[in-house]
């Protein structure tokens, strides 16, 4: 199962920030404990401090969510493999945590509860269990010389260092295929064999992707990772690479390979994408 990355996660944040700006947590509840296993006091001190608290926008470092709270805390969240937010919408045997905001109920939902919320210290910005989260390629603090330097300094694979998050956040197996196959290279290249005009490709590679997928909604395969209002995206209509395996390339025809990688799987085209041989 792939996991949501950037453009689902800002396609949440973006229907967050609608429902829940300017709003009050009236009441918590936490359904279960493990939705809440990062927040170590435990869920009713969870409970206990988020209630009365004002959400005024919410922020997103990567693949995780963040409202700024008073007095330099955070609300943080993330959906893991099956993390839902849900807005004025009736629990499920999958809710795990209700606020009860003042005109909306906000609901997280999570079927295999690697997602969670936590409370965190806010400092020099950022909460500090995200500090080490990179900038992700579409946020204003990204540095994309230096991303460029720190890829080429590396002789792990290219795709691992584009999933790296200490590198580069939100890209995940979806959008590094995508990113990978639209810039030509193969998944299997040491960073440090790509000259930085390449690296400096892909990385604008994945800018368009991921920009792309945003304004197609994210990509859904099921009815796991949709927008706060149930909507799903469309973007998987549109995937060159990932989960194409035997399809013809867009671009020469070639039939998609699917190659295993860490536990799962890189699809490319070998005609456009030739790797090297491992020895």
Not at 51 to 79: C, E, M, N, S, Y
Request: hydrophobic share 40%; with cysteine; aromatic share 8%.
């Amino acid at each position: 199962m792939a996991m949501p990355e950037l453009p689902e996660v800002e396609v949440v944040r973006r229907g967050l920030q609608h429902w829940t700006s300017d709003r009050v947590i009236r009441d918590v509840q936490v359904l279960h404990p493990r939705a809440v296993r990062r927040h170590g006091a435990g869920g009713p001190d969870f409970e206990n401090q988020l209630r009365g608290q004002a959400l005024t926008r919410v922020l997103r470092r990567g693949k995780f969510l963040w409202w700024p709270l008073a007095d330099d805390v955070a609300l943080i969240g993330h959906l893991g493999m099956s993390g839902q937010f849900r807005v004025d919408a009736d629990p499920g045997e999958h809710t795990r945590v209700i606020l009860d905001l003042d005109r909306t109920r906000l609901l997280f939902d999570d079927q295999r509860t690697f997602g969670g919320l936590w409370l965190d210290e806010i400092v020099g910005g950022l909460p500090l269990s995200l500090g080490h989260i990179a900038a992700d390629p579409l946020s204003e603090q990204y540095d994309r010389a230096a991303t460029v330097r720190t890829i080429r300094s590396r002789r792990a694979p290219i795709k691992s260092l584009l999933l790296d998050q200490a590198v580069v956040s939100g890209i995940g197996n979806i959008y590094a295929d995508e990113a990978l196959w639209q810039a030509r290279v193969c998944w299997r290249t040491p960073g440090c064999d790509l000259s930085a005009r390449k690296v400096g490709q892909l990385l604008d590679a994945a800018v368009s992707v991921m920009t792309r997928a945003i304004a197609a909604g994210g990509t859904s395969f099921d009815a796991l990772y949709v927008n706060v209002n149930g909507s799903s995206g469309y973007f998987q209509r549109d995937l060159a690479a990932y989960g194409q395996e035997g399809l013809p390339c867009l671009r020469c025809g070639t039939a998609i390979l699917r190659e295993p990688f860490a536990n799962r799987s890189s699809y490319r085209c070998p005609r456009c994408q030739r790797c090297r041989r491992v020895p």
